[in-house]
């Protein structure tokens, strides 16, 4: 089994489809133009097939470990992999220069995260959340919290944490009892039980900075009072050093389904000192920029695990040889043919392929408009970006690891019987992508945040925005006798999606519960019609290039999968407007004994 | 966690939708009458609830151990628990009173094997496997052969496996290499290695009864050169009692995904003795009746594990208070309310319920029609049964796994971060679940059997018969304004099913390939279909006892759940239909080196 970093992939989304060299006049851009850029993907793909990806069945084979001492144990070669991976400067790619990193824009990053995680995903995690981490002490931190953490954080000298959840509250924030109590020298003792903190504690960095939410006492109930403070497991001396240990201990680890190489804590704090980031009572604003990085970089997870997944199956079926062809014998020379000529097989592999490519052009996309919010020249264009990631990130989060759950499930499919033993790795992909539909928000939040919240903002701008911006697509190109197989379908979904919105607007404002009971199915036929686009962007680019003469089968292969989207998978958008507009009536009837 | 027997469901089936009393003139099911049902029903339920249900936790965490001796230990409590099957004669159910069973109808020991794989679905492999050795024997042996094992396999006294698949092939028997080697005593030696061998071997009975597939030698190549044989690990004395140990043995156990709690064998046949059942050349066809039966059975074991899955789902959605309901509080003096509340999570619950009870009816309407082609007086219904059984087989494997997988994904779903961890049954339901979409031919196999084999068989007389059923149901209700709800939806599904059998008539034809690239989702627009009509009976039945003053609760649920189906699960046959009138061009058009 080996992972083939999908490089060629990478470098076709961002040069042309995103034509980043567009951007190359602004801050970070500049850093990732021309071959610099085929240094980085090259880079970051041999150390993701070479040293993360060996170590992923070790991982989900032996587990971490704990240790009454409260210590952690991660799985032989982790911790000399991550060190590997802050020596090489991985980590400080996407931060700024500022704080020691490389300032390249997060588009890029996610090109490195993506490997990281097809490569590893439980691996990935600890520098993942570090990277959150950091972020939430850039945008809530003092300076001088700056100063102290961010370096540590970018380099990955120092790893970071979430800080979340209690046992009797995962969603609902506002329920956390864990307490603050200020000290006369500004700190606080922070006192609760925190559960699922994934990176909690181990073996990998000499520090681990914990980002905990937490109630400062005498704060007001529920969401508007809770604060977010910044917990190091060794309180940095005056030298910025690791110093005298906390009152913050890992008490024991879950047992789960995957990512077993992940250690995921119940960490107590025992009047743990920590430090207020950002306002009082406002903890719940800077972690929800945390929040918001992480739920792409779910996303990115799945359709990382979905294409190493996806080619452990193609590479299955290459070589299995069972049953003959339906129109003759394929392979005349042996036994049978390769399972790859069965009807069956192939559709699960373009569908997996269909998914995977179009989601990570829909990630990367995303990324290139998170970037564009920060440093466009242009306002419209930075109010844009701004709008465009509010809108889609829960699309990216819900969707995404929906589809890429399934083509990791139809991976194992593939594989028959060796994928439901624990010799292929395919029983492993499925078992850790499964988390990605629920952490940082299930995808059933996802898609409640979508039409509760994210549709209405500044009188739906956004989605207007991005309708329009798919209509003038369709009208640019409506003459285009070679894009007509992109064209009519993506216009077609996206007035479905838009006769959706209208249905919300129009139901969900008389009941509320019209817009939760469309929710999930609104979701579906927004990822759907969003892939769609991503497609006909992709289709575009390729034929450009067959057009100009290039004859690499990479582009012919491109345009028939955008093609196999539009007639396979795209088809399933009438069925989620027909069940979403049935509304809430039937779903809510029965009373609760009824279940 | 408990597992609450579905008995009430099950009686309203057998009772009240197919109304079984009206066969009580037939064998056996004179014994299923009345009073008796009930009690047969509540007893395997106590015994799954109370006996079955506890051990699938432990099964799961402690898996099977085997010994360089050979042998194998199954988890604490299984052997014992075996014991209790048998002495209560819940084995026998099904068997024919010739060799001690009690010859209750197929849709009766369904039941009691639904109760059993929903409580612990390992466990019930082992019995499962027993009576399909026993119908084997029973099918294809001699009289001898017949009087020597089915009364233990019938009891359970003995246990029984299917020895099919070797390293090189699962789905192609024709490619098999054991042998076997014809002696003067009229036995043969049978030598080669059979994998994933469920039950191969254990320490719950006295004796093990294998039923391999094997080449004698000099037999023709392919799957006309297959023979079948019995293979006793130990080989009965004069009087039928387990003697001299056969060279059979377990090499080793399988690592695998879920139902840790059943010993899926390495089997060494040495030179071991093993006697023909059949005719030389002729075992797949034998074995064919076993794979038949164990495909419903497949069927069901995905649908008894997604009720399990839902009941705990529904329970925990009860239990968890997180956020309040979109319509206010609905549990003021908590917290939070309980999560059930929510839309999605409804959703999700009732997405699982009407997969699980439309499933039920439609295995249990199969089932009968099963008994009926058996036992029936009248020639064309035991020729409609037997014309469904095989028409529909594939449709009950491949669309209840899919769906019953889903179901389990789904209630894994509601249990939040919860559902990932092992502490709650959810991970394990969809572990050992996911086999089902594999084994016995996976979904892949059971499209394609449906397409190519079934339909065209006997001039399509079967679907022809099938879909002039549901259009005499259409008439026969087409007036009543009651029933408009769910007549209306299932002409729509069937027209659409027809439509898609018209495709497959014109362009399978043409080129087989297109039946290939449209057999998947011919599979689910037949099983959506299905269980529309099993919906509407559902909601005609029920209906009737509302008309009639009936004021149980039960009835008008039905009757929503049935609404729901319509409303929100049916609506996905028209992606379907779309997604196979494409064809195979595209899907079929990249090279093998493409992927």
Same mark, same amino acid.
């Given at each position: ?376 020249? *242009?306002? %419209? ?5 701004? #709008?465009?990631? $509010?809108? @889609?990130? !829960?699309? &990216? ?71 329009? *911006?798919? %209509? ?5 190109? #409506?003459?285009? $006798?070679? @894009?007509? !197989?992109? &064209? ?108």
């Amino acid at each position: 089994m080996t992972y083939t970093p999908p490089i060629r992939d990478q470098a076709f989304l961002l040069r042309e489809v995103l034509e980043i060299d567009r951007y190359a006049n602004l801050p970070g851009f500049s850093e990732a133009a021309g071959e610099v850029l085929d240094q980085i993907l090259e880079g970051a793909g041999q150390f993701a097939a070479e040293v993360l990806a060996p170590l992923n069945p070790v991982g989900d084979k032996q587990g971490c470990a704990w240790s009454p001492d409260h210590s952690v144990k991660t799985p032989d070669g982790f911790a000399e992999a991550y060190r590997q991976l802050v020596e090489g400067g991985w980590m400080a790619l996407g931060a700024e220069p500022a704080y020691g990193g490389q300032g390249l824009p997060h588009v890029v990053y996610m090109a490195f995260s993506e490997v990281m995680s097809g490569a590893n995903m439980a691996f990935g995690m600890y520098p993942g959340l570090t990277h959150g981490a950091y972020s939430a002490i850039r945008v809530g931190g003092t300076e001088a919290q700056k100063q102290l953490y961010l370096p540590k954080l970018a380099s990955g000298q120092w790893c970071g944490t979430m800080n979340l959840t209690e046992p009797h509250c995962g969603t609902d924030l506002g329920l956390i009892r864990t307490k603050a109590v200020p000290q006369p020298d500004g700190s606080y003792r922070i006192t609760g039980q925190k559960i699922w903190i994934s990176g909690g504690e181990h073996d990998m960095a000499e520090n681990i900075v914990h980002l905990v939410l937490a109630r400062i006492e005498g704060a007001p109930a529920g969401t508007r009072g809770i604060s977010l403070f910044v917990v190091p497991k060794f309180i940095p001396d005056a030298d910025g050093n690791p110093g005298e240990r906390n009152s913050v201990f890992c008490a024991g680890l879950e047992e789960k389904m995957g990512i077993h190489g992940n250690a995921t804590c119940v960490m107590q704090h025992e009047g743990a000192t920590g430090w207020l980031v950002g306002e009082e009572n406002r903890g719940l604003q800077v972690m929800f920029v945390m929040m918001n990085e992480a739920r792409i970089g779910v996303g990115l997870q799945a359709i990382a695990q979905a294409e190493a997944a996806y080619q452990a199956a193609a590479a299955f079926s290459k070589e299995r040889l069972q049953m003959r062809s339906l129109t003759g014998p394929k392979n005349p020379d042996g036994p049978a043919d390769p399972i790859i000529v069965h009807p069956d097989v192939r559709r699960m592999l373009m569908d997996s392929r269909a998914i995977v490519e179009g989601g990570r052009a829909f990630l990367f996309w995303t990324a290139l408009h998170g970037d564009l919010s920060h440093v466009s020249p *242009e306002e %419209d264009v930075r109010r844009k970006g701004a #709008d465009y990631m $509010a809108l @889609l990130t !829960p699309v &990216v989060k819900g969707f995404l690891t929906d589809r890429g759950f399934k083509a990791c499930s139809d991976a194992l499919q593939v594989h028959g019987g060796s994928g439901f033993t624990e010799h292929f790795p395919a029983s492993q992909y499925v078992r850790d992508t499964r988390i990605t539909m629920i952490y940082e928000g299930t995808n059933g939040i996802q898609a409640l945040d979508l039409v509760g919240r994210k549709l209405a903002a500044e009188g739906g701008r956004a989605a207007m925005t991005f309708f329009a *911006e798919i %209509d003038a697509f369709v009208a640019a190109h #409506d003459d285009r $006798a070679d @894009l007509a !197989p992109f &064209v009519g379908p993506l216009a077609e979904a996206k007035a479905q999606l838009q006769e959706a919105t209208m249905w919300l607007m129009q139901n969900g404002l008389v009941n509320p519960e019209n817009a939760g009971a469309a929710s999930t199915d609104y979701l579906q036929l927004f990822g759907l019609t969003a892939l769609a686009y991503m497609w006909a962007l992709s289709a575009k680019a390729a034929l450009a290039k067959i057009a100009a003469g290039e004859t690499d089968p990479f582009y012919q292969t491109k345009v028939t999968l955008a093609r196999y989207y539009m007639e396979r998978i795209l088809p399933e958008s009438g069925a989620h407007l027909a069940k979403l507009k049935t509304g809430a009536e039937v779903m809510m009837s029965l009373p609760a004994e009824a279940f």
